[in-house]
T-cell receptor
Framework: DVKVTQSSRYLVKRTGEKVFLECVQD?????MFWYRQDPGLGLRLIYF???????EKGDIPEGYSVSREKKERFSLILESASTNQTSMYLC?????????????FGPGTRLTVL | GENVEQHPSTLSVQEGDSAVIKCTYS??????FPWYKQELGKRPQLIID?????GEKKDQRIAVTLNKTAKHFSLHITETQPEDSAVYFC????????????FGKGTKLSVKP
């Protein structure tokens, strides 16, 4: 049962290219997040969104932007990819509803910038 | 904003022993504390969580405790098995339903048979 999908598992881009990473969920969760995961640094929050057209900066937003035009889709955009953006990118969703909570991660996109 | 510290970064135990991973958080408004297990090459999976109105929660061999006064929470795994070997992450969230989910840096747990 698919819950959170990401547009690509592996992606190779060149420096300066514009890169789109898409995340789609089918659970009607309000909160969606983009993280990057690097060895020794854990999961660092890039941006999150708690509603359509709403976005908030996380800890490392520089070099990234996001778009949430529809509730089920949260896109991460690298306007001009750089080699230090080579990483594993994980999308996540969250529903907080009192005693009942749901949270899922997408499968991840391993991006390499040459 | 919220800051989550996690210790230790690596933990090695013998099969059957207990493992404890500790996290501290900085924002007293944080009210939800999930724990994740990430096996090699896979996405993190939520394994247990606790809300700020509860002090302890248990699910079979895993338990989580929360001390709101000290702003720390811990994961306890009893009777560890080799398949428990993975990286474990703690996280904290505040802001009610519009949450900002912040993670610790992870603990690599190795269970030796």
């Amino acid at each position: 049962d698919v819950k959170v999908t990401q547009s690509s598992r592996y992606l190779v881009k060149r420096t300066g290219e514009k890169v789109f990473l898409e995340c789609v969920q089918d659970m009607d969760h309000e909160n969606m997040f983009w993280y990057r995961q690097d060895p020794g640094l854990g999961l660092r929050l890039i941006y999150f969104s708690y509603d359509v057209k709403m976005k908030e900066k996380g800890d490392i937003p520089e070099g990234y932007s996001v778009s949430r035009e529809k509730k089920e889709r949260f896109s991460l955009i690298l306007e001009s990819a750089s080699t230090n953006q080579t990483s594993m990118y994980l999308c996540a969703t969250l529903l907080l509803a009192g005693a009942y909570n749901e949270q899922f991660f997408g499968p991840g996109t391993r991006l390499t910038v040459l | 904003g919220e800051n989550v510290e996690q210790h230790p970064s690596t933990l090695s135990v013998q099969e059957g022993d207990s493992a404890v991973i500790k996290c501290t958080y900085s924002d007293s408004a944080s009210n939800y504390f999930p724990w994740y297990k990430q096996e090699l090459g896979k996405r993190p999976q939520l394994i247990i969580d606790i809300r700020s109105n509860v002090g302890e929660k248990k699910d079979q061999r895993i338990a989580v405790t929360l001390n709101k006064t000290a702003k720390h929470f811990s994961l306890h795994i009893t009777e560890t098995q080799p398949e428990d070997s993975a990286v474990y992450f703690c996280a904290a969230i505040n802001g009610g339903s519009q949450g900002n989910l912040i993670f610790g840096k992870g603990t690599k747990l190795s269970v030796k048979p």
